[in-house]
């Protein structure tokens, strides 16, 4: 979270004030938002979920919604209008109901909503003026319809792998300017998405305060964290699929003592990090630096958007800082085992950490690259605060479960047998991966005929673009002194306009390593870990 103009920030909270008098955006009613998933995998109902928040402070009747539903290809049917009476009084502080609108073709959709609202008086009765909404009531954002498409066939999946959100927060990580979705509604829009994990990552710095009261500190965080990993428990046993896990994004210090976060894989225990949570302004000193950390937990930790660019206030303001190789805490029993540089879109600071981590696999620190979205609630798209007080604003990035993190389960995993903690736990342990937001790309070891290669598998649909621009295949040979060689592209094997499934064999040589990258025709990117030679 940071208050810093350009900071992407999610699910918008208008109402606070920082002891101001005034706010452009506050207004007496809480804020309505319609949101939906991106996608809809083939035999998930489509659903919409009208979010309100602060009704608790504003009490509202969601009388009715309208939705017009456009297709945008022409395969598909042709716009559809429904009405719904919702009836809906709406008085929590978080609020999430869903309006499941039907069966659709496979296909492309715009959805145009709007509701109608008329606030709750003193007496509990619906009272004034109905107001209408169209898609959301932020003051002063255009509204957006929502896009998502309804997939003809399931995901390309590697055989033996589970994918999962790796960096999202619920509305435990709520503060002056965002607030997420429920565990619940998250693990239902995971399942219409095609996710088979959720690790939840909501701030160590919003466990420490009370969501009455963002500036309050709570007497303990504990409570509030063992409280998120109840409703997983709970949300586990009536589903075991999604499987959601109760993790933590963390401040920690890095080796500057400035404050990089670092997310945690189902830690056992609550792990502090207040440094850069702009409760105490320039009181910004990391609570604890990442050795002491990890020595806190077993958990499997990864370095979070390790390289996203930053200006000099958020620097100033937060004392943020940037992960370096002195931050993997290599050396030590318990090290960062990956670094998610995907982290929603592919801008510079995907390129940047994408560059860090190759220079780390020349020095054969073969961590595991790591996709997520930062989405706080943000099924469909992102909204936010740009300026507080003053301006929202509005995208297409982070939104939840669009970049997915895909692992080789651990062999002994049974066959059938019911995705756990453990069983993932497993998975990172291995060092087999890909990242993707749409194909399917991934590696294993052959030994046929005596000839060490690595055999490359990419698979695509027509729903994600078909055919491939390009299938590459990476690799860092070893010279006589025993060093790695710059990275190079192993351009006899690499494909251009490659069918929608290839597979591609590459004898490991003396490479130390390879790794593959491919792109589909509409842009669809994935890209694996790195295959050792050993």
Not at 434 to 444: I, K, Q
């Amino acid at each position: 979270m940071s208050f810093i103009p350009g900071e992407r920030l999610h699910y918008a909270e208008t109402h606070f004030k920082f002891r101001l008098p005034w706010s452009l955006l506050f207004r007496p009613w809480p804020e309505i938002l319609v949101d939906a998933p991106f996608q809809f995998v083939p035999g998930a109902e489509p659903t919409l979920w009208i979010a309100v928040r602060d009704a608790h402070r504003f009490p509202t009747l969601l009388e009715e919604i309208e939705i017009q539903i456009k297709a945008r290809d022409a395969a598909t049917a042709d716009a559809s209008n429904k009405k719904f009476n919702l009836q809906i009084k709406a008085t929590e502080q978080f609020g999430f109901y869903p309006v499941k609108i039907g069966t659709l073709e496979p296909g492309r959709y715009e959805v145009h909503c709007k509701i109608t609202a008329r606030r709750i008086n003193e007496n509990g009765n619906a009272s004034g003026q109905a107001r209408t909404f169209r898609r959301w009531n932020y003051p002063g954002l255009r509204p957006s319809p929502l896009q998502f498409r309804v997939l003809a066939s399931e995901l390309p999946m590697a055989p033996g792998y589970v994918s999962g959100e790796m960096h999202c927060h619920t509305h435990y990580s709520a503060d002056h300017v965002e607030h997420g979705a429920t565990p619940e509604v998250m693990q239902q829009a995971a399942k219409a998405v095609g996710l088979d994990f959720v690790s939840f990552t909501d701030h160590a710095y919003d466990f420490a305060y009370t969501t009455e009261d963002y500036t309050r500190e709570a007497e303990s965080p504990i409570p509030r964290f063992d409280s998120l990993r109840e409703e997983v428990r709970v949300l586990n046993e009536k589903d075991n699929s999604p499987l959601l896990i109760a993790g933590e994004e963390i401040s920690a210090g890095n080796s500057k003592g400035e404050n990089v976060h670092m997310t945690a894989l189902g830690p056992e225990c609550y792990l502090p990090g207040l440094g850069d949570c702009g409760r105490n302004w320039l009181e910004n000193r990391p609570t604890f630096r990442i050795p002491k950390l990890l020595q806190m937990t077993k958990a499997h930790c990864f370095a979070a958007h390790p390289m996203q660019p930053m200006g000099l206030l958020e620097k100033f303001i937060f004392r943020r800082g940037y992960w370096s190789h002195q931050d993997l805490n290599l050396d030590a029993d318990h090290k960062i085992r990956g670094i998610q540089f995907w982290n929603g879109s592919r801008d510079e600071g995907f390129m940047l950490g994408r560059e860090w981590w190759i220079k780390e696999l020349g020095k054969e620190n073969y961590l595991l690259p790591i996709g997520g979205n930062d989405a706080h609630g943000d099924l469909n798209d992102t909204t936010f605060v740009h300026l507080p007080l003053i301006s929202l604003g509005h995208s297409r990035d982070h939104v939840f479960g669009r970049v997915r993190t895909v692992v080789k389960l651990d062999e002994n995993q049974e066959t059938g047998e019911p995705l756990s903690l453990e069983g993932l736990n497993a998975a990172f342990a291995g060092d087999n991966c890909y990242v993707t937001d749409g194909p399917a790309l991934w590696w294993e070891r052959s030994d046929a005929h005596g000839v060490k290669s690595i055999l490359f598998h990419a698979r695509s649909t027509d729903d994600i673009g078909g055919a491939f621009r390009y299938i590459r295949i990476y690799g860092r040979k070893r010279m006589t002194n025993g060093k790695l060689a710059r990275e190079e592209s192993v351009r006899m094997e690499s494909l251009v306009a490659a069918p929608a499934s290839t597979d591609i064999v590459v004898p490991i040589d003396n490479y130390a390593y390879l790794r593959a990258e491919c792109e589909t025709a509409s842009g669809k990117f994935a890209l694996t870990s790195a295959a050792k030679a050993d």
